[in-house]
């Protein structure tokens, strides 16, 4: 039996991810962390015995697993929270800084614990990053096209960053494209040019585009449903345990 707290339980992902805790035998659902705001939304459905939290410092109960579906600004401190509170940890949420991965690498060490940061549980998505790790082998320059929900916070998105951390590392060479600081070029910051787009009507897509003498390379993943991450949630939940200090991806578990 694996015991599981659920922070961002509210959310779109956290109620996918109760529904999915329910319904594994060998899963259970400890506790839930959530805002006062999401609390007061709730359905009845959702009123239920689960002890359920509104403040990190009110939280009375343990857990095999941590599971995090929040936003940027609470993730690293739930992360803080967990890895110093006998919690191993899946982080699902998006646009944590590097540095506070670093930091959470550490505290996970230091406390025994295992954490695993996932940018994307769904098995398109790392198929894609994969696929795009061989071809910037051979292909240096490339660029990424992300489109997401409106309602999305960050940009660009956790998977969109980890596929250039990637191709970065997988390229032989650097591609011979002139800098450019123009907002239109993209976000360049992970050294492979990001271009994102929020649109009502998308849920998660990405894109990946090669370009060579005479020829380009284009990779695409969508995610139409939620129930796609539900896999990698699923298998997140009963392997972590098994990483030493911090990972990064869906693939360390795989
Ligand atoms: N790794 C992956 O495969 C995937 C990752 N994600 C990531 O997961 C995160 C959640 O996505 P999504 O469910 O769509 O977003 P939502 O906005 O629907 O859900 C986030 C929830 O977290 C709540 N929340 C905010 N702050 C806290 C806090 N301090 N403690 C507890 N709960 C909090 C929000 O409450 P309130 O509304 O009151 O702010 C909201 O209910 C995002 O970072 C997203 O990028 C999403 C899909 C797949
Ligand atoms: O916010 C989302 O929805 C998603 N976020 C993740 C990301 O930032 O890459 C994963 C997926 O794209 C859905």
């Known amino acids: 039996m694996k015991t599981v707290f659920l922070a961002g339980a509210q959310g779109k992902m956290g109620q996918s991810i109760e529904e ?3 319904g594994q035998a060998d899963f259970s659902l400890a506790g839930r962390l959530t805002t006062k705001k999401a609390l007061d939304q709730q359905s009845k459905k959702q009123a239920r015995t689960v002890p359920t939290f509104t403040d990190l ?3 009375d109960v343990s857990a095999d697993v941590w599971v995090d579906v929040t936003n940027p600004a609470a993730a690293f401190e739930n992360g803080q929270y967990a890895l110093t509170h006998g919690f191993d940890l899946v982080m699902g949420t998006s646009g944590l800084q590097a540095d506070d991965l670093e930091k959470l690498r550490a505290l996970a060490l230091e406390n025994d614990q295992s954490a ?3 940018p994307n ?7 894609l990053m994969q696929f795009a790790g061989q071809a910037a082998k051979y292909l240096p320059a490339a660029e990424i096209i992300e489109a ?5 916070v960050d940009a660009p998105s956790g998977t969109a960053k980890a596929t250039a951390d990637l191709i970065v590392s997988a390229r032989q060479k650097e591609p011979a494209i002139p800098h450019s600081a123009a907002l239109a070029r993209g976000d360049q910051g992970q050294g492979v040019p990001i271009h994102a787009m929020r649109l009502p009507g998308i849920l ?3 894109t990946v585009v090669f370009g060579s003498a005479g020829e380009t390379l284009t990779i695409k993943q969508s995610t139409n449903n939620r129930s796609s991450f539900m896999t990698g ?6 392997n972590v345990n098994e990483i030493v200090g911090l990972e990064i991806g869906l693939d360390k578990v795989l």
């Open 20 to 22: 999915l805790i329910e």
């Open 57 to 59: 410092s009110a939280i």
């Open 116 to 118: 695993l940061v996932v």
């Open 121 to 127: 549980f769904s098995m398109t998505a790392v198929l």
């Open 148 to 152: 997401h929900h409106e309602d999305k």
């Open 204 to 206: 998660a897509e990405e």
């Open 233 to 238: 949630v699923a298998r997140s939940i009963r």
